[in-house]
């Protein structure tokens, strides 16, 4: 009987996809850049306080999720993977690492842009980051509360983290 040589397993190999090429590109298409699952849980709480407000306004740089004409407010809802938040929701991709660096530090570069170009304007800006929103411990109300005593404050800048 002849012996079967095993390579050893290392945590920081690349993994072979668990799916084909195809089936990951239709999942990837799938993952939507608007009406998440955070967006709703905020729009939902701040309509519930009686804060009215127009969804990604194409008009202002960066498009806001929301827009709060009366406050004169944008806010950016932030998915931790997409936009490279430092928190335990975002880890860099193994496979495919120069792609992945490049598409994520481009995000974040188009973020800031955004950002400088609405307070340039006089825009207050407000960016909650999906992990202030994700999790059992989280409670999204708390969220919307901080949002909304923001709103009334007058700062110029806030951001929600998880």
Request: overall charge positive; hydrophobic content about 40%.
């Amino acid at each position: 009987m002849a012996s079967v040589r095993r390579r050893s397993w290392s945590p920081d190999a690349p993994m072979a996809d668990v799916v084909d090429a195809a089936t990951r590109s239709r999942m990837m298409a799938g993952i939507r850049g608007r009406d998440t699952r955070p967006e709703w849980l905020i729009r939902r709480g701040l309509h519930k306080l009686g804060f009215r407000y127009r969804l990604h306004a194409r008009k202002l740089p960066g498009r806001p999720d929301l827009v709060l004409s009366k406050y004169h407010a944008a806010v950016f809802i932030h998915g931790c993977f997409w936009h490279g938040h430092d928190c335990p929701l975002f880890k860099w991709p193994k496979t495919r690492g120069d792609f992945w660096r490049t598409k994520i530090e481009g995000n974040r570069a188009r973020d800031n842009r955004a950002v400088d170009a609405l307070t340039a304007a006089g825009w207050r800006v407000a960016i909650v980051w999906e992990c202030a929103l994700r999790g059992s411990t989280k409670d999204s109300g708390e969220v919307v509360e901080q949002l909304a005593a923001w709103m009334i404050s007058g700062e110029e800048r806030i951001e929600v983290r998880g």
